[in-house]
Each structure stands twice: as structure tokens, then as C-alpha cells.
């Protein structure tokens, strides 16, 4: 994307003469940001626009062109992108609207507008944008104002007016930007796009993302994980509820994947999620300037004890461990603070510490080993020295390099230019205790997604396998016009795959149920077969504990006479029969297609407790060993699995070897959009699927 | 306490003539305030302070004293109080450091201050505290700089420097403060003489509160109900988590009170718990000029989609609804709104709105009888005109004064003049979605909170109850030196409040075992009696479905020697025999004794669940019946109870029944500091307590 945003040329086709139009706006700002390449505004009506030589069209302008920006009515877009497509322009940012964001004829111009891009291979930013902006280069090529400091700062955002608020607020945070990237309709380059480019781009420290919507969920995934490994990205997703979804469907037309699917993807990815634009700027000046932690335990120095208290809660509630200082940096300090100090953590310097005493504080926990990263706190009293101590602070950052140091300077007029020093010397700086809270969370949540990476994506291949058999039974139910396969074509795939299954077979007469029967060895159930019927027990079609011939001929009957009672219009297809097995600890195991990023798999407790406990956990396949392993920890069901009130441990290599195998299954076989085990029996050795379900596309 | 915020005239006891000393800086407030009475400044070294005649005592100032501010070392403070006394002083601020909070000496001394105190009758704030300040008076009787604006927030912290680094910083912020109160040790006056004094002030809309410990946890939530059925009272409590508390402890030796009992005694007080210091002004801010919606349903109107987007997402993950504007209103904004707008909520007036169109919007939704508050969003874009919208914000906001408007402008230079006029005009104004929602949230749960206090407050006697047998049998068990009652003498207890419990008696020899067990009728259980054994069934002490006169002889003899064998200290009383009872639906109920708050009471779901997913709700004794139903619904055993998957339902007026009849029991005899009806049986019609526990004082 060098052509993007460090162009030999721009070409600003809709250039106007009148301040207040966006074209002029444009043209300004790409000279007014200090571009150093050439500018040439296209304007039909006009000889000159702010001092240079106008043109009437793209193809008068002299040479290769690498990037135009398009500011003309949505109607004249389509033959001004043939035109730059036969110009042979590298990039074009389409800043005009009037394209998918309004329906109807909007959608079908957009559709026109990238085949045209795409047949001269014009790589296209939009449309319906505020423009991009590079810092470095310097070139603002977008209608907002920019910011007055550079830095390692990226901002993709699929807002534009969200942006401009944002570049406006920015300089008074301290903000420094490396790119900024509005997306618009994203109708040819999208997040991925920049993602890989700005994981690449040495000028980017920390990546944000403000998203509606995710183009292309496995691929977003698939970037994301190669460039968090090298650097942070932290996601504002809009439209995370029902509201804010409808909201955004109103806004840009874009749909919304499921959150819980989003979640999975974000912690395949390594990608941090906030809530807010706080959080996402809190964090971003942290990453910006700091090291990465070595872990999550937290130093405080403060000057005030009631701001340490407020911030201790915090940390804790928030997840974050309060480092214990070692017994050095304790006698230490108690030898050199006053009596009154507090010496543990936090560290509470008291009301009347000038600087040199922040600074013997804070030197002692940085060398300290088991803090991992440093808050100082500041409130402006009687003697404080907030200048002298911002000083303190910067040096001794600059002497221990590797570890992040995070300032909260509280108040107004009286910490106004420490505030300042700290800024320009590169320390973060928050005017409250839970901004820093979020910013040392984020730098605490990267380490712990980077380490998580390495090992989550260490994927295992399961081999033994009869793919050729699943696809077979699902080409018959196709065949048949059926999506809901019958439990024993549902239970031969899952068993195809190498999970344990209970012998279940179909029987179309009684005859041959008694016969099944005998094969599987009594006792036995039987169950109604029906596509239309799911909640067999329901209309009296599962007869259990059944012990001889005659029980099952006459349970044959009864489930079929009371299933043609209670759903006449069902077609039945006969009653399977099953062996009966242990009662094991009841789990469920599961999976659904979600439209953005794939298969999420299930795992939770089983029996009425599920519906009631909601307890549950989710990956997105495929999974990793150690991300099944992760799935059944982190429920509550795991307790009970593992012995809970003398009960033996149950088997829960053979639950990680169930979930393994469902992922590779759904995997193998997209067309699956669900499938069921429910209730898995889980024993102390092995385990059993009881009762499986799969819906086909 | 009108002669301490309105004093006529104050004397400052320790006014010092050097500058950056504390007792120059806080006669120099007192007079930079604009105090209209009186000032005397004592300091036996000197003529004139500051211009004033000096004295060297307080005995020798002139006339009555209504207020005293003592700025001396410790050493001096308690020959100081005497002299105040015999003087007359009505109230005492001391500023001087070296009491509790130092510990050793400074404990003695505290005791002694406040003994002179209380011996003439002088009302003491602090000691080790910053001062206190009346914006009204005007007075700042603190050694603080003034904030610029007078309001309606008041605001009481027992961290001083908390407090200076807010007054420094409320300013920028358009914090608009009444009085300001800094608590110190709260050696006499603390958070509940203020409350109820500012629950009275004309002067003060909404109370902050900065708390780190709770003097009197009872007094708090009765003086807290009162006050908040006038007015919000908004807490950040310090020391909720456990690294909190213990920072909370080497600051001011303060008893932090359980988590739990807190969020019970805040609901009973109606107070409204934040997290943050931002939280706490975000909210204040909102209460201090807008009035108390009616309901949670939130009107937007934006410019930027993307802001919308988020806001809604914020809104409803924290519990607020998203208004569905009326039928009328949607079509209202069809017609006069441009076609790409959105019509519903959020309300998108686009990009190029100006004020104009604003203004359409906002009324539009102030008028629509299905929106209860409403926030408008402005971000800077090229047409905007931010100072004309809010002018338009605040001529509607005069014109539709019953319902809260928040404006949300986001940016920097762009909108910092329209951000002052709505300051100056009484509109809150955030320069962030999420700080807007936190203070509607706060708008939308102080309503409820006050319409709860209606409910909730309801009280109901129980009459049938034998609190004379009760407290015999506690009587018995302290002479015999012990805490833990037998399960007999527990179940006694329970059943003399009218509480159905299984028949027990204690049996002492075999004979008498079965003489018991043929008059309850059989099947029975026997169970091993000792105070020594609380986990009956782990030593095999619980032998359960005896049917014979034998089958109990024998049982009597079995648990008997298991409990010998394996716990041979135990102190053994004989066994119980009681009744076999069918199953019902297992509930616990309990409390515990808070030692800030008082009895915790409990209920929950029964069983080996109640340990896996901790489906508890607690509410402070006494309850009213809307309470004791409420910890019903809130928890999930709700759903099991209400009859899940076609079991009928359970009879939970029983459980309400019997929740209020432990309630009147923990509070009759608040010895009892731990009681446990565990498994409680539910049925159909009834319940019934299987067994109990208690525990005494």
C-alpha cells in the first residue's frame, strides 16, 4: 500500500474553489498537512484551485498516477473511476456517498463502481469515506482536520464522523497517530487489508479498530493472529447487542456476527475487545509508549492513600494482581520513607512527598522483581512538586526501559504542565485512577493473548477418520430433501468420526426391532424416528429399561400409534432401537455455524442444569488441544468432572478427544450448520454419546 | 449545623504568618472566600496575620465562638480543646495530623480529644482532615484551594487528598459544588451526621460520598433511606475488594464491612454505589440540574452513526432500555427529516445537520410520551454548527423541563465553546458516550431505588412467635459453655418462630431411641448428637430409612461408636431421631451476623449445587415481604421452583413465610450469629426444615 499512503502523486478529481465544500476541503488539507509530492486538482469548471494548475480530467494530468480521491456527486463516480482505470491509478479513496449506505440504486452503483475497479485493477478505499491520513508522510488526504503530533498510533474506523470527533478530541489526550484509515462502505479494501499492511508498517506501534462489521471472519482471524504476534490491536466492535446491531444495520447496512462468536474469534486472533473510545485511547497511549509487561502484578506509588485504596479495588476487581513488594524493597523503604508511610503496596509516599521521594519509591519497586509494572499517583497538595516529580518520573523510565511505567496525575490547573512534560516525554498520563486501571489492563491482556497464541494454536491432526462415510449419509438425506437427519444417520457420522456411540439401529417393523434387540442385547430403548418430531419423550415416544422380546415389539407399537396421534402430519419412519448404558456424568457437546466466523463449538453440563446455569463455554473450530482442554476448565461442570465430594475423577482426556473430533468433523463437512451430543456419558474411563443431533445446510 | 458551614465568625487557632504553611494558607482561604463574618486568627507569636489582629488564645477572642479551625501540632491540640471548651466553641475543626492514624500515642490521643470534646460539648471534625467548605456562605474553612462555581453537589470524602486533587480538577470539568466536607478520623462527626444535615440543605440537589469505612452501619441505612426519598446520595466505597481494604487498613485503620452486606444495606438506604471517582461526577453533574425521569427508556439523536452505534451497545449491556419512539413521532421525522436519516432510535439526523434540524429531532422525541430521558450526540463535521445546537439544546431543555436531557459532545477545539454554553446553561454535557450513559444510568436507578424504598420498606409483624422458649434454650446452651447448638436445640429455636420442621428429639440411650421412634412413627432417621461433629455423614453419624425397633437400636449403637472411633475428642450428647419426610424441592435459607451491618440473610438453591454455582441471594434483616420475594425471583432456583419442564409449582409463599420468620428471629435475638435451615424441603402446599444449625455470640 505504498501508493496509498506514501504516494509519488494525488489527484483530487472534484477539487473545488469554494471553502466549505468537502472538495476543497480535501485539496487543502493535502497541502496544508505538508505532502511533499505533486497535487493536481481535477475541476472541469476551473483554470486554477488554491494556486495550482487544474485539470479537467485524470487523463490530462502528466505521468503515472499512484492515488486519486474522488469528491464528485455519486452519479459522476463510475465514469471518473473508467477514467482512472484507464489512467492506470494505483489507489483511488472514494470519499463521495450516495453508494450502499442509501439502498436501492446506491447498492447497484456500488456493485458498477468495483467492477470497473477491478477490471484495471484500481485498488479502491470506500466509498462513502472521510479519506486517509499518514502522519509520516505527511499527507491528509480526507476532509477532517489534522492532529497536530505523529506517532505510532493506527486508527481504522468504519465511522467517519466518529473519526473526526475522535482527530478533533485527540491533541488535548496527548494522542499520537501514525495512519488513519476510514473505512466507509469498505466495498474492495477492507480491515484485513490494513490489518496485514499495518502489521507490517515499522511507523505503527498499536493498531485500534472501530468495526460494524467483519468482512471476512477466517481471514480476519487468520491476519489478526500474524499481527498481534508482532503488535497489539484493540477492537471497538459496534453493534455487540440486539440494539446497537439494529442501530448499525440502520447506519451501514452491515450484519453483525454473534458475540459469542466474535469473542472466540478475538481470542483466536490475539485481538484485544474494549467497550468504549475511552478504553480504546486509554490503552492505545499505553501501548504507544511502553514495554510489554512480564506479567500482571501491579505497583503503586502514591502521595494519596484514599486514590491507592480506589485504585487497589480496581486493579483487583478488574482482574489484575497487586504486586507483594519483596522483603528488600519492604526494609528498604520503611528505612528511608517516614515512619507514617505506608511501605507495602501501594506504596503511600504520604501527603507532604516532594519529588525526591516519589523518586526514591518509585526507583526501589522498578528494581524490584516481582513488579511487573508501575502506577504512580499524584494528587496536588500543600508541598507537592508535580513538575520536578513528572521530571522524576521521565528520567527514570528512560533507566529502566523495560518496564511500564504509567502516570495518573490528578487534578486540574496544578498538575496542568507536569501533565504536559509527561506527555511530551512519552509516559502515559490519565487525570483519573480507572483510565490507568484500563490502560494497564490492556498491556496485561496483550502479554497474556500473545503467550495464549503460541500455545492455542498448536493444532493436532486427527487421522483415523471415515470422511467418505459422513459425506455419504449426508448425500442420501439431501437426496431425500431432508435438512434434520434421523438420530441413527446422525449417530453413524459422529461415530464415523471416531466417537463412541450407543449401538442404535432403525427398525421398520417389530420384527425387525425384536431382532435389533436380541443383536444388541437387552436391556434396550426405543425410540420414535421421525424428521418432524424432536422432542420425542414430549408425545410418549421413548420407551426405556426395556427387557425382552415381547417388551419390545410392544413398545414398537406404542411409540408409533402415539406418535400418530400427537403429530399426524409427521412422516415416521420407524422406531430406532438402543442399547441401554450406564448412567455417566451427563455433559453436552455442540456445534453452530455462525454466518461470520465459522463453527463454534460447545462444550457444558449436561441435564436440566444447562437451561438453567447456561453453563457453557465456546471456541471457535478448529480447536487446539489446549483450547479443548481450555473449553472444559473454565465451566463450572469441570468441578464436577474432576470429583467433586469424593466422587471419583471422570475422563477427561476422552471429552478433549470428543471435542477434537467434532471440530475436525464440522471442519471436514461445512455443510454442517449444527449438530448435537447430548447427553454425552462421561465416565471414569471412556465416554459415550447417548443421543446425537446434526441439521445439514 | 448551622454554626459550622454559617457561621458568624470563625477563629483560627494555629494562624501562621509564613506562607506555604498550612495555618497561612487556611486563614488566607477563609478570608479569599469571601466570608462575611467575623475572622480571628490566634498565634501567640505575633500582633497581625494577614492584616488581622492576632490573640494568643482563644479565650481572649471576643464575644461568642461558633467555629474554631485548630492548625496546630498534635502535641498541643488537647490544651487547645480545653480552652475551646471552656470558651464555648459549638464546633471544632481540627486540620492537625498525629492521632488514630498514626496509631500507638495518637490512639491515646484521639480518645482524649474527643473526651474534652464531649465534656463541654464541642461538635469535632476530623482530626487529621482537611476542612470544610461552604460555596454558599461563602466559606473554605480548608487549607484547599476554592473551586470557581457554586452548585448543588455536595460532596464528604474521608480521603483529604482525594478531595484536593477533585477540587483542583472540577473546574475544567463544570463541577458546581454546595459544601464540601472533609471527614478526617471522624473522631465525633462522621458521614451520617453530615447526611442527615444534607439531607435537610436547600442548598445541596445530590450528595457524593467518599467512604472508606462505615461508622454505624444500622444508623447509615436509616438515615440513608430518609435522605435518598428527597434526594441521590451517590458512594464510591473504598476497600470492596480485599487488596482495597488492606490498602484501606495502613491508610486510616479503618474496618471495612463485607461485600455483600454493603450492596444489601445500600439498596436498603436507597444509595447509589459507583466504581470510580469519574463515575461519581459523571452522575453528579446529571442530578444537579436535570430532574428524575420517569422510566429507563433512552432517546438518541446523533450525527454520526457510528456514535449511535456504540451508545446503544453501552445503554443496554448496562441494563437501560432504547426507547421505541411512538408511531406518531417515527412518522413526524419522515416527513420533515432527509431521506438516508434514520427515523428510529437512535435518531441519525446525519452528517450535514445543522441546528436547525437538530432541534426538529430533540423535540420530536421530548414530546414523545414513550421516551423518559434523552441524549443528543454531536461530533464535528463540516457543516455542523456546534454553539447553535446547543443553543438549541438549552431552549428546548427550558421548554420540556420534566424530562433529563444529556448532550454528548465529542471532539476537542471544535466544540469547546458549545461546551461552555451548555455548562453555563445548566445541560450536562460529556465528552464521551460512555460517561453520558453511566450518569442516565444513575438518573434511571435512583428512580427505582426511591420507588423500591416504597416497597421495600413495607414492613409486616410476626405475632406466633415463642421468643421466650427461644431465648431458654440459648440460655441453657451458654451456661453450658457452649456456641454451637445440637441440632435438637437448633431446630427447637426454629420451630418456636412458627417455622415447620421435621420432628428430632434427642435420645440418650437405645431404649429411649426407639420409644422416640415409635412415637414419631416409622421410617425415622438417627443421627449422632455433638457439637464436636458438624459433617454428621462423613463419619458414618447419619443412618437414614429405619423401619423396626431393631433397625433403630442397632442405628443408635452404629453412630455412636463411628463417632467414637472417629472422633474420639468429641463431646457426645447421644443421638436424634427424627422423622423421614418425602422430598421436596431442596432450598436453603440462612444469616450471618455483618459486623458493620448487621444480620445477612440468605437463600438459595439446596444441594451439592449450591456449592458448584452459588445461586445465592442475600438482603439486611429486618425484610419486608416485597424483599424476602424478591431474593426468591433474583435467584435462578427461582425457575426450579416456579415448576420447570412440567413440574408443578412450588409453594414459595412458604418460602417468603419463612424467610421473614428468621428475619424476626436474628433480630429478636441478635446473639444468634450464624443460622442455617439446610436442606429447607419444599412441596407443593408447604415446606418443611429438614435440618438446622446455629450458632451463638
Sequence with gaps: MKELFKPRNVVVIGASREPGKVGHAVLRNIIESGFKGEVY???????????????????????????????????????????????????????????????GEGIEREGKLIEIARKYGVRVVGPNCLGIIDLHTPLNASFASIPETKGGIAF????????????????????????????????????????????????TKVILLYLESIADGRRFIEVGSTVTRKKPVILLKGGITEAGAKAALSHTGSMAGGITALKAALRKAGIIQVSSVSELFDMAIAFNSQPIPAGSRVGIVTNAGGAGVVISDLLVSRGLKLAEPSRYTVDYLRSVLPPVASV????????????????????????????????????????????????????????????????????????????????????????????????????????????????????????????????????????????????????????????????????????????????????????????????????????????????????????????????PTASIYGATVQKMVPKGREVIIGATKDPVFGHLIMFGLGGIYIELFKDVSFRLAPLSIYEAKEMITETKAYTLLRGFRGEPPADINSIVNILLRVSKLVTDIPQIVEIDINPLFVYEIGAIAVDARIIIE
Tied chains: 1, 2.
Design 41 to 103: 486538482p481535477v475541476n472541469p469548471r476551473a483554470d486554477k484551485v488554491l494556486g495550482l494548475n487544474a485539470y479537467k480530467s485524470v487523463l490530462e494530468v502528466p505521468g503515472d498516477v499512484d492515488l486519486a480521491v474522488i469528491v464528485i456527486p455519486a452519479q459522476a463516480v463510475l465514469d471518473v473511476m473508467e477514467e482512472c482505470g484507464r489512467k492506470g491509478v494505483k489507489y483511488a479513496v472514494v470519499i463521495s456517498a450516495g453508494f450502499k449506505e442509501i439502498g
Design 156 to 203: 481504522i474506523s468504519q465511522s467517519g464522523a466518529l473519526l473526526s470527533a475522535i482527530l478533533d478530541w485527540a491533541p488535548k489526550a496527548g494522542i499520537g497517530f501514525s495512519k488513519i484509515v476510514s473505512l466507509g462502505n469498505k466495498a474492495d479494501l477492507n480491515e484485513v487489508d490494513f490489518l496485514t499492511y499495518l502489521g507490517e508498517d515499522p511507523e
Design 344 to 567: 507495602y503496596n501501594p506504596v503511600d509516599v504520604i501527603g507532604d512527598a516532594k519529588a525526591d521521594r516519589y523518586g526514591v519509591a518509585i526507583e526501589a519497586l522498578l528494581r524490584d522483581p516481582n513488579i511487573d509494572s508501575l502506577l504512580v499517583i499524584l494528587t496536588p497538595q500543600v508541598v507537592t512538586e508535580p513538575e520536578e516529580t513528572a521530571k522524576v518520573i521521565v528520567e527514570l523510565s528512560r533507566r529502566y526501559p523495560s518496564k511500564p511505567i504509567l502516570a495518573i496525575f490528578m487534578g486540574g490547573g496544578k498538575v496542568e504542565k507536569a501533565t504536559r512534560i509527561l506527555i511530551e516525554n512519552n509516559i502515559p498520563v490519565y487525570d483519573m485512577p480507572e483510565r490507568a486501571v484500563t490502560a494497564v489492563l490492556g498491556l496485561s491482556n496483550y502479554r497474556e493473548l500473545r503467550e495464549l497464541l503460541t500455545k492455542a494454536l498448536e493444532y493436532v491432526e486427527v487421522f483415523d477418520v471415515d470422511k467418505e462415510k459422513a459425506l455419504e449419509i449426508i448425500e442420501e438425506v439431501r437426496r431425500q430433501g431432508r435438512r434434520v437427519l434421523l438420530e441413527h444417520e446422525a449417530k453413524e457420522i459422529v461415530r464415523s468420526y471416531g466417537i463412541p456411540v450407543v449401538p442404535t439401529k432403525l427398525a421398520v417393523s417389530e420384527d425387525r426391532a425384536v431382532e435389533i434387540a436380541r443383536k444388541l442385547g437387552y436391556p434396550v430403548v426405543v425410540k420414535i424416528s421421525s424428521p418432524d418430531i424432536i422432542h420425542k419423550s414430549d408425545i410418549g415416544g421413548v420407551i426405556t429399561n426395556l427387557k425382552s422380546d415381547d417388551e419390545v415389539a410392544e413398545a414398537f407399537r406404542t411409540v408409533i400409534s402415539n406418535a400418530r396421534r400427537y403429530v
